[in-house]
């Protein structure tokens, strides 16, 4: 059986004029892109728009495309641009409000859905709890701090693809992923304490 093409060669593909190979990328890589873009739009109504935005984008650049770093990386790019262009048209944005859309959910909704497939009812409750305090403990994380744990953990990049896409060093990024995952723990334990006092 012969080994699937690379994401770099189906867009190099595609750049020839190759509308199947687009189909596979969108395939492999929208519902990655999808989330990353709901965890990071401060408003539900952009999710939709950028996601868009940022396929035509790469339909619109595709002559231009050199395969000097991955596809996805190349791809969540565009989609982070779209994003900060649109923040600057909307200069009132409180920054503490990226990522407070209800798509960034779904990832949650999924896990959770899965859990109850095996759990008993109460367990299942106790895993949903669990996870909607995850949730709420990721959504109270810096944003900068939180664009790299999503980039990371839920679209299971490496180091240096996420250096790539959002412009800095990869010591920074390494920073950023110690301090939310720190401030996580914080906030996961504070909420466990409080549940067990409650009790």
């Not at 750049?15 to 408003?43: C, K, N, T």
């Not at 859309?101 to 859905?113: C, I, N, R, T």
């Not at 008993?120 to 790299?148: T, V, Y």
């Amino acid at each position: 059986m012969p080994a699937e093409p690379s994401d770099e060669s189906l867009m190099l593909n595609y750049r020839d004029g190759d509308l199947g190979a687009f189909r596979e990328l969108y395939r492999r890589h929208s519902q990655g892109l999808y989330r990353f873009i709901a965890w990071r739009s401060p408003r539900r109504d952009w999710v939709d728009e950028i996601a868009q935005d940022s396929w035509a984008g790469l339909h619109h650049a595709r002559a231009r495309y050199q395969p000097e770093s991955l596809f996805r990386t190349y791809l969540f790019q565009i989609a982070r641009n779209r994003l900060i262009d649109l923040l600057r048209q909307q200069q009132t944005l409180l920054a503490s409000e990226i990522g407070q859309g209800d798509e960034g959910q779904a990832k949650f909704d999924y896990l959770a859905e899965t859990a109850q497939e095996t759990l008993s009812p109460e367990a299942a409750l106790e895993n949903r709890q669990r996870i909607a305090r995850l949730h709420a403990a990721i959504r109270l994380l810096p944003g900068e701090q939180k664009e790299a744990l999503i980039l990371q953990q839920f679209n299971g990049m490496s180091l240096a693809e996420i250096a790539l896409i959002v412009a800095v060093p990869e010591e920074t990024i390494k920073s950023r992923l110690r301090y939310a995952m720190r401030k996580l723990r914080q906030h996961l334990t504070q909420d466990l304490d409080s549940s067990e006092e409650a009790a």
